[in-house]
């Protein structure tokens, strides 16, 4: 219902068209809260299950490392030696944090994928936009109700994650007096479970959250594609086409058609009537055509305008009330006509050709 100022309400569901569109421009119903959860739950599991292996793995390359620094005296270091250093710790670090690399890109585009619904390529987002470098725009947007609603959600998962944390961390203390006379390999499987697990704790927390944000941005972006009754009907007419354009681009066709129908009874060689209703006009070239073809027929007031374009033409015009009606209910105009009304047309166009002083054969 439009309102006093002739405000429209968007009160109906956005059509399949608009939100192709709005994928197309890359706007869907999307939470970055729950493509960091999803990352942060990934790298978390990968820790947890290769946190033996990437031990091993540093400890390995930091052993070697320094042997080869103990080996090597101080004359040896020159910029070859620094620089095989160098890529030697490099490529070991990669090797070692590999996996956990390889689920952070994977689980980022997972968490992207799922919310979007499958993937979407969009290059509308990367489209330059100079009113995004405005001072006054960005404070615009900072303080606006999406502004002031991150900020709100970024405080509620801070404070969240710190009495997690406060939590988890009074805890240890209380526990940590037992380490004092534990080996140091012992200290550190202790602090690790304790890390994973303080990580899971929050990853699920955030992932919560995330879930609940995506529920609230996909109700906010619902409510935002809503089209007005009168965006829906704009739609409807561009999609299937304008009523009135159709109607009068089918009513030029009809009229070229029956121009160049009216141009055909000129050249014809008869005119079947029966004799108010219906008309057929028929041409045969013996030498070229197989058989008589319709080149226009009409009922009623077409027939009449055929019969007086023929008499103006000098195209004689022969009643047959049968062969008039057969001729217009079987042929369509170009058709050549059948076998069973050859006869009987052959009769017609002998008799048009006695009267104009030639022979049928």
């Known amino acids: 219902?439009?309102?006093?100022?002739?405000?429209?309400?968007?009160?109906?569901?956005?059509?399949?068209?608009?939100?192709?569109?709005?994928?197309?421009?890359?706007?869907?119903?999307?939470?970055?809260?729950?493509?960091?959860?999803?990352?942060?739950?990934?790298?978390?599991?990968?820790?947890?299950?290769?946190?033996?292996?990437?031990?091993?793995?540093?400890?390995?390359?930091?052993?070697?490392?320094?042997?080869?620094?103990?080996?090597?005296?101080?004359?040896?270091?020159?910029?070859?030696?620094?620089?095989?250093?160098?890529?030697?710790?490099?490529?070991?670090?990669?090797?070692?944090?590999?996996?956990?690399?390889?689920?952070?890109?994977?689980?980022?585009?997972?968490?992207?994928?799922?919310?979007?619904?499958?993937?979407?390529?969009?290059?509308?987002?990367?489209?330059?936009?100079?009113?995004?470098?405005?001072?006054?725009?960005?404070?615009?947007?900072?303080?606006?109700?999406?502004?002031?609603?991150?900020?709100?959600?970024?405080?509620?998962?801070?404070?969240?994650?710190?009495?997690?944390?406060?939590?988890?961390?009074?805890?240890?203390?209380?526990?940590?007096?037992?380490?004092?006379?534990?080996?140091?390999?012992?200290?550190?499987?202790?602090?690790?479970?304790?890390?994973?697990?303080?990580?899971?704790?929050?990853?699920?927390?955030?992932?919560?959250?995330a879930l609940i944000d995506f529920g609230f941005q996909k109700y906010r972006f619902e409510k935002k594609i809503m089209m007005t009754k009168q965006e829906v009907r704009e739609e409807r007419k561009q999609i299937d086409g304008n009523p009135q354009i159709k109607a009068r681009i089918r009513s030029m066709q009809r009229q070229i058609a029956t121009s160049k129908m009216m141009e055909a009874v000129k050249t014809a060689d008869v005119i079947v009537t029966n004799p108010t209703h219906f008309a057929v006009a028929l041409v045969y070239d013996r030498e070229n055509m197989a058989a008589p073809r319709v080149v226009a027929k009409g009922v009623d007031h077409m027939a009449q305008k055929i019969k007086k374009i023929a008499r103006e033409n000098g195209v004689p015009c022969v009643e047959n009330v049968p062969l008039a009606r057969a001729l217009y209910k079987a042929l369509k105009i170009g058709q050549f006509i059948s076998k069973d009304l050859y006869n009987a047309v052959a009769e017609v166009l002998a008799y048009v050709y006695r009267l104009k002083g030639r022979n049928d054969s």
């Not at 890359?26 to 493509?35: C, F, I, M, P, Y």
């Not at 599991?45 to 390995?60: D, E, H």
């Not at 009113?131 to 999406?146: A, E, Q, Y």
């Open 1 to 209: 219902m439009a309102d006093e100022d002739g405000f429209e309400e968007k009160t109906e569901e956005a059509s399949p068209k608009k939100r192709e569109d709005m994928r197309k421009d890359g706007k869907v119903a999307q939470s970055k809260e729950l493509v960091s959860a999803v990352l942060m739950l990934g790298a978390t599991a990968v820790m947890y299950g290769s946190a033996k292996w990437v031990f091993n793995g540093l400890s390995s390359m930091f052993e070697s490392s320094f042997l080869e620094l103990g080996r090597l005296g101080v004359q040896d270091w020159n910029t070859e030696t620094i620089s095989a250093m160098s890529t030697f710790a490099i490529s070991g670090m990669g090797y070692v944090l590999a996996p956990l690399s390889l689920v952070v890109v994977v689980s980022a585009v997972a968490g992207t994928i799922v919310q979007h619904g499958g993937i979407l390529w969009s290059t509308k987002p990367f489209e330059l936009d100079l009113t995004k470098l405005s001072p006054l725009g960005g404070l615009k947007r900072i303080f606006s109700p999406d502004g002031i609603f991150e900020l709100f959600k970024a405080s509620i998962k801070l404070i969240l994650v710190g009495v997690i944390l406060f939590f988890v961390f009074e805890k240890w203390i209380g526990k940590s007096a037992e380490l004092w006379d534990a080996e140091t390999n012992q200290i550190l499987i202790h602090l690790g479970d304790h890390i994973i697990t303080t990580l899971f704790i929050v990853a699920g927390v955030m992932t919560i959250l």
